[in-house]
């Protein structure tokens, strides 16, 4: 391995990471809140134990919060006002960006030149903030995009509501202007290139890291089901996320009341828990999945948690005998990895980047399409081999030790010092 010329490859010292809608310090699985926030957050404390700061900006919902807030040594979260605290939804967000973007930008005016040595986007919403406060500090633009309104629309759920073009356009301009961008998967990766022209030299595929000491294997199955008086013996499917469209958990209860149609002696075997907050399109009929359940004739079945913190979710994840995700649309899909660090197998459908978080048939099943039939298919092999959660499950934990934050957080660091590189590189010529 060649060594970097001093000076020339150095990584940043300081970021300025964007995270315009969804605050670092919100509950995951609740509202706008999810795999984001746990990404940001994680990848956040695990740049500054390598040595590169980070100040996160985001917009403050609630009134008298303080101006900044330290998340852990080295990472600092900056609350922006813009726009009203409450009830603002992600879609009336855009009209905020300009009053968001004073804010950072009044926040910038109090440190010397050259205080922030790169800016990290996330989502469209903070890329064009990120596209304009790196030009204005002449600095490099790092953006990953999470999702894509091109591919969301391209795989939509029945009933739920298309991107705006405003998005399109928005995500457009933004990997154009975007010195790298950093997809979590290949297929990801493709796609930017494939639906908004990337270039592919500006494409770094990082894969999310899953939290390795809060989601381990731990005293087990039964031990976290006594915690959670949960029935032993029982088979249990698993639903952890947002109740929206998009997530599809009303494919799984339509999976479950198609088994006990088939086999009514199933229904005093399954207990299925459904945990997570009503978010998105799913915000307006938060109670539509209880109602789906009763209609299906399986509410005695179906148990309902609001969402839990990461400590709680582990034990879930321990709890269950196979995590369901049957996502119509999914980036990385972290709950399958957190879940699989627990030694659970995940049944997910064949989408986005579920395909490299779960290895199919060793750590658990992924099912092309969203026909619940298949998924009932699936389940019913959990109940006949009472083996298979344990046998899928210990690959399930190999599996997951190979996606630690820590090689995450290297991977983003080498993106930030080729960023740098090639925009001092691009300075330099438009000069010369």
């Known amino acids: 391995m060649r060594l970097p010329a001093v000076g020339h490859h150095r990584k940043p010292r300081r970021v300025a990471m964007l995270s315009v809608h969804t605050s670092p310090l919100h509950q995951p699985g609740t509202g706008d809140a999810g795999g984001m926030n746990v990404y940001i957050v994680e990848l956040a404390k695990r740049l500054a134990a390598i040595n590169i700061e980070v100040e996160i900006?985001?917009?403050?919902?609630?009134?008298?919060?303080?101006?900044?807030?330290?998340?852990?040594?080295?990472?600092?979260?900056?609350?922006?006002?813009?726009?009203?605290?409450?009830?603002?939804?992600?879609?009336?967000?855009?009209?905020?960006?300009?009053?968001?973007?004073?804010?950072?930008?009044?926040?910038?005016?109090?440190?010397?030149?050259?205080?922030y040595d790169l800016v990290h986007s996330h989502y469209w919403l903070s890329g064009h903030v990120g596209w304009l406060a790196a030009e204005r500090w002449g600095v490099p633009l790092v953006h990953a995009m999470h999702t894509m309104a091109k591919v969301k629309n391209a795989a939509l759920a029945e009933g739920d509501t298309p991107e705006p073009a405003a998005r399109v356009i928005g995500e457009t301009q933004i990997v154009a202007a975007a010195d790298r961008l950093i997809a979590n998967t290949a297929e990801e990766a493709d796609e930017l290139v494939r639906h908004y022209e990337a270039d592919p030299g500006k494409v770094a595929v990082v894969h999310p890291g899953v939290n390795l000491d809060r989601f381990?294997?731990?005293?087990?199955?039964?031990?976290?089901?006594?915690?959670?008086?949960?029935?032993?013996?029982?088979?249990?499917?698993?639903?952890?996320?947002?109740?929206?469209?998009?997530?599809?958990?009303?494919?799984?209860?339509?999976?479950v009341a198609e088994l006990v149609d088939r086999d009514p002696s199933l229904r005093s075997r399954l207990f299925v828990p459904v945990v997570g907050g009503p978010s998105g399109s799913g915000l307006a009929k938060p109670e539509g999945l209880q109602k789906l359940a009763a209609k299906l004739g399986i509410a005695d079945l179906v148990h309902f948690h609001p969402p839990v913190r990461q400590d709680g979710l582990a034990d879930w994840f321990r709890a269950?005998?196979?995590?369901?995700?049957?996502?119509?649309?999914?980036?990385?899909?972290?709950?399958a990895l957190e879940a699989q660090a627990t030694g659970t197998p995940v049944l997910a459908a064949e989408v986005g980047g579920l395909p490299v978080a779960v290895n199919d048939g060793v750590t658990g099943i992924l099912v092309p399409g969203h026909d619940?039939?298949?998924?009932?298919?699936?389940?019913?092999?959990?109940?006949?081999?009472?083996?298979?959660?344990?046998?899928?499950?210990?690959?399930?934990?190999?599996?997951?030790?190979?996606?630690?934050?820590?090689?995450?957080?290297?991977?983003?660091?080498?993106?930030?010092?080729?960023?740098?590189?090639?925009?001092?590189?691009?300075?330099?010529?438009?000069?010369?």
């Open 57 to 115: 900006f985001t917009r403050a919902t609630t009134g008298g919060l303080p101006p900044a807030v330290e998340l852990a040594p080295g990472v600092l979260v900056r609350h922006v006002d813009a726009g009203p605290y409450e009830g603002l939804a992600k879609e009336e967000l855009p009209a905020q960006l300009c009053a968001f973007t004073h804010g950072v930008m009044q926040a910038w005016a109090g440190h010397r030149p050259g205080y």
């Open 216 to 255: 381990t294997v731990g005293d087990g199955r039964a031990a976290a089901r006594a915690r959670l008086g949960l029935p032993q013996d029982a088979v249990i499917p698993l639903f952890a996320g947002r109740i929206q469209p998009l997530k599809a958990p009303d494919i799984l209860l339509r999976a």
């Open 372 to 432: 619940p039939v298949d998924y009932a298919r699936e389940l019913r092999r959990f109940v006949d081999d009472p083996q298979l959660t344990a046998r899928l499950g210990a690959q399930a934990a190999r599996h997951a030790q190979f996606f630690g934050w820590d090689t995450a957080a290297s991977g983003t660091a080498d993106v930030y010092t080729a960023a740098m590189h090639d925009h001092r590189r691009r300075v330099r010529s438009h000069h010369g």
């Open 320 to 335: 269950a005998s196979v995590l369901v995700m049957p996502s119509y649309s999914e980036s990385f899909g972290l709950v």
